[in-house]
């Protein structure tokens, strides 16, 4: 190890005090809770005095979670045994979950203070690292690491072996590749000067006295490690996820510092980019940060991976919509993934239609329902934009232009160049009040609900002048214009069929679903909020929609916008999609109104309700709040800010983050 990262290590106390946005400003942002990092299917949670996993998010909080407790002797006391000395009281080792790593801090069990850090160092490898505290005095210790873990053995190379459980419901993770897990602890370690102390960082050796017995508990007592005065000892431990242990030079210390080094750079990214304001962003974007890589899961067999709505809730696979949302969210800051995900989705699209699935789940299988919104084309554009990836364009263009044909042969029932959504979880808003009566209907290739829905329709338009401006950036000019008359000509038909003007009001409207006898449907939801998003309205139709949007009796609610009108008879403050807010909702209602704020000259109205609405989400949601630990959750009563539905939520953490870094 070079004498940098033992500097690093050595520096712990000073390292909190770092200026920057270093990881160790945001301890326990998340409270207590399972750490996933680099794609890992297996999270570690710090607990008072132990470390707990590895353990599958399949299966966290079982009983047979492997354990593991440590603990440092000073041989030079009297009673020098051991087994003597351990019992002699309760260690205090305090728990601290920062970004990217785990740490454990206090004084052990004999007396001596001790440190112990946890990382990953990709899917399935982590690291540990176990330090003394420097002593005035010479000392010899003996390090010991102990725990349970199922059905833990002794390997004839030295290493810990245990068992794993298994995923029924993905076949991929039965395989014998991820039944076992493994720890090697290091024969290598280091002596650090501290207190003062002259002489130059050194390492030692180390061998490891290894037990387990038929129940599963095992203990490894280092050698005796004779420590200078002013010196701090520190060893290290690999965990691998995987029974063939992987073929590594790293040592455990190394890679928690590359951890550190590369959530760093994360934070770097969205904390000095983010955008200025009176309340504060910066706690609830680290979270999301957090929340986001939680999520993060390699597929076997896969080139590419994915990330989880929630690991909590949707832990059976990766949603498209959500990835869509995921991708834009964290291109800032890790556009690599944000890449992977969008070509991990594409991967399982149908070889004939281009239909893009509903879901892939954990083995990297397409299913779920009929599919999901067609978001894909602004994804890939947003990913574009940040990274000038052309050749990632052209990989997804042809992917995006077959899905678009697909809607209009399979959901144009009418055959008039305007779609239905085929059932309520296709539109992604599974119980919306508009689908409570819904009919379906279909001609020899389509089939959908009795209306057109002005979201899908709003998402298509705005599908085709991506399209042209994709075209366009790859050099194929013809392509392009054909894509933007094709939207010219859908616009004005989109505000004539959509757009229901107040019949008390003049000033007042908005977009809703509309029936095939160009009747509309009497609800007025967050499907409106697609046609300011995607560009649909007209400047007065925008201003109009504003007005209702602004009406604290119907959608502006003390925390955010609902997703039904708080008129209608079917709104329910915990209905799932009649009433809760939904932060990707939101900030499409958001975002649609900056875009008409930035080009109409009455936009002062505009730029203040979209303000207030931003200021509500951070300043009245739980989560949201400097040392609030409450994690960010799929969806949120809208008067309260209470969360509701699956924690860790992926999307509302993508939202937040682009919130912070938005543009002033």
């Known amino acids: 190890m070079s004498r940098a990262c033992i500097s690093m290590l050595s520096l712990f106390t000073a390292s909190i005090q770092a200026p920057g946005d270093s990881v160790y400003r945001w301890p326990n942002v998340l409270g207590t809770t399972w750490m996933f990092d680099q794609g890992s299917n297996f999270g570690y949670l710090a607990d008072k005095n132990l470390i707990r996993g590895p353990?599958?998010?399949?299966?966290?909080?079982?009983?047979?979670?492997?354990?593991?407790?440590?603990?440092?002797?000073?041989?030079d006391t009297k009673k020098s045994s051991y087994k003597v000395r351990r019992h002699v009281r309760e260690p205090h080792l305090g728990a601290s979950a920062f970004p990217g790593t785990l740490v454990l801090e206090g004084s052990t069990a004999s007396g001596m203070d001790l440190r112990v850090q946890h990382a990953f160092a990709n899917a399935n490898l982590s690291g540990l690292s176990v330090s003394t505290k420097a002593q005035p005095t010479q000392t010899t210790v003996r390090f010991n690491v102990s725990g349970s873990a199922p059905n833990a053995t002794v390997s004839s190379d030295g290493r810990l072996v245990f068992d794993q459980p298994s995923f029924r419901g993905a076949p991929c993770f039965d395989r014998t590749e991820f039944?076992?897990?493994?720890?090697?602890?290091?024969?290598?370690?280091?002596?650090?000067?501290?207190?003062?102390?002259?002489?130059?960082?050194?390492?030692?050796?180390?061998?490891?006295?290894?037990?387990?017995?038929?129940?599963?508990?095992?203990?490894?007592?280092?050698?005796?490690?004779?420590?200078?005065?002013?010196?701090?000892?520190t060893t290290s431990a690999l965990i691998?996820?995987?029974?063939?242990?992987?073929?590594?030079?790293?040592?455990?210390?190394?890679?928690?510092?590359?951890?550190?080094?590369?959530?760093?750079?994360?934070?770097?990214?969205?904390?000095?980019?983010?955008?200025?304001?009176?309340?504060?962003?910066?706690?609830?974007?680290?979270?999301?940060?957090?929340?986001?890589?939680?999520?993060?899961?390699?597929?076997?067999?896969?080139?590419?991976?994915?990330?989880?709505?929630?690991?909590?809730?949707?832990?059976?696979?990766?949603?498209?919509?959500?990835?869509?949302?995921?991708?834009?969210?964290?291109?800032?800051?890790?556009?690599?993934?944000?890449?992977?995900?969008?070509?991990?989705?594409?991967?399982a699209a149908d070889p004939k239609t281009g239909h893009i699935p509903d879901k892939i789940d954990r083995c990297g299988v397409g299913g779920g329902c009929a599919g999901k919104p067609p978001l894909l084309s602004w994804a890939v554009w947003e990913v574009y934009v940040a990274t000038k990836d052309k050749a990632f364009l052209a990989e997804m263009f042809p992917e995006i232009v077959r899905f678009h044909h697909w809607w209009y042969v399979n959901r144009d029932v009418r055959g008039v160049g305007l779609c239905s959504w085929s059932e309520g979880m296709e539109s992604g808003m599974d119980d919306g009040a508009r689908f409570t009566n819904a009919t379906s209907v279909s001609n020899q290739t389509a089939h959908g609900f009795n209306f057109w829905s002005v979201d899908l329709n709003a998402y298509?338009?705005?599908?085709?002048?991506?399209?042209?401006?994709?075209?366009?950036?790859?050099?194929?000019?013809?392509?392009?214009?054909?894509?933007?008359?094709?939207?010219?000509?859908?616009?004005?038909?989109?505000?004539?069929?959509?757009?229901?003007?107040?019949?008390?009001?003049?000033?007042?409207?908005?977009?809703?679903?509309?029936?095939?006898?160009?009747?509309?449907?009497?609800?007025?939801?967050?499907?409106?909020?697609?046609?300011?998003?995607?560009?649909?309205?007209?400047?007065?139709q925008s201003l109009k929609m504003a007005a209702v949007l602004g009406d604290s009796t119907q959608f502006l609610l003390n925390f955010s916008v609902p997703t039904l009108d708080k008129t209608n008879p079917q709104y329910n403050e915990h209905g799932y999609w009649k009433g809760p807010t939904w932060l990707d909702q939101t900030w499409f209602v958001y975002t649609g109104l900056r875009r008409y704020a930035a080009q109409d000259v009455m936009s002062n109205a505009l730029s203040a309700l979209a303000a207030e609405i931003k200021r509500r989400v951070f300043t009245v949601g739980l989560g949201y709040s400097m040392n609030d630990t409450t994690p960010l959750n799929e969806h949120y009563d809208a008067s309260t800010g209470q969360p509701l539905g699956a924690t860790h939520f992926s999307w509302s953490a993508a939202h937040t983050i682009l919130w912070a870094t938005e543009p002033n």
């Open 460 to 540: 298509l338009y705005n599908e085709k002048r991506v399209l042209a401006a994709m075209a366009k950036e790859l050099g194929n000019s013809s392509c392009s214009r054909l894509w933007t008359a094709d939207a010219d000509q859908l616009l004005p038909r989109l505000q004539a069929t959509f757009f229901l003007p107040d019949t008390e009001s003049s000033d007042r409207g908005f977009f809703q679903d509309a029936y095939y006898n160009g009747s509309f449907l009497p609800i007025r939801g967050c499907e409106g909020y697609a046609a300011l998003f995607c560009g649909v309205a007209t400047s007065e």
């Open 179 to 233: 039944s076992q897990g493994s720890l090697l602890l290091s024969h290598q370690g280091t002596l650090t000067a501290e207190l003062g102390a002259q002489s130059p960082t050194t390492s030692f050796s180390v061998t490891w006295t290894i037990t387990a017995n038929n129940r599963g508990a095992f203990s490894a007592v280092s050698s005796p490690i004779r420590v200078p005065a002013g010196h701090s000892a």
């Open 55 to 75: 353990s599958p998010d399949w299966a966290l909080g079982n009983s047979q979670s492997p354990t593991l407790t440590f603990d440092v002797l000073n041989t």
């Open 240 to 347: 691998s996820t995987t029974s063939a242990f992987p073929n590594t030079t790293q040592d455990g210390s190394e890679i928690v510092i590359q951890a550190v080094t590369r959530w760093d750079a994360y934070l770097d990214s969205v904390l000095n980019t983010r955008a200025t304001s009176d309340y504060d962003m910066s706690w609830a974007t680290v979270k999301s940060v957090m929340t986001l890589l939680g999520n993060w899961r390699f597929v076997p067999g896969k080139a590419n991976t994915g990330v989880l709505p929630s690991y909590t809730g949707y832990g059976s696979g990766m949603w498209s919509w959500d990835t869509y949302k995921q991708a834009v969210g964290m291109v800032g800051f890790i556009p690599d993934l944000a890449k992977d995900q969008l070509r991990l989705l594409v991967s």
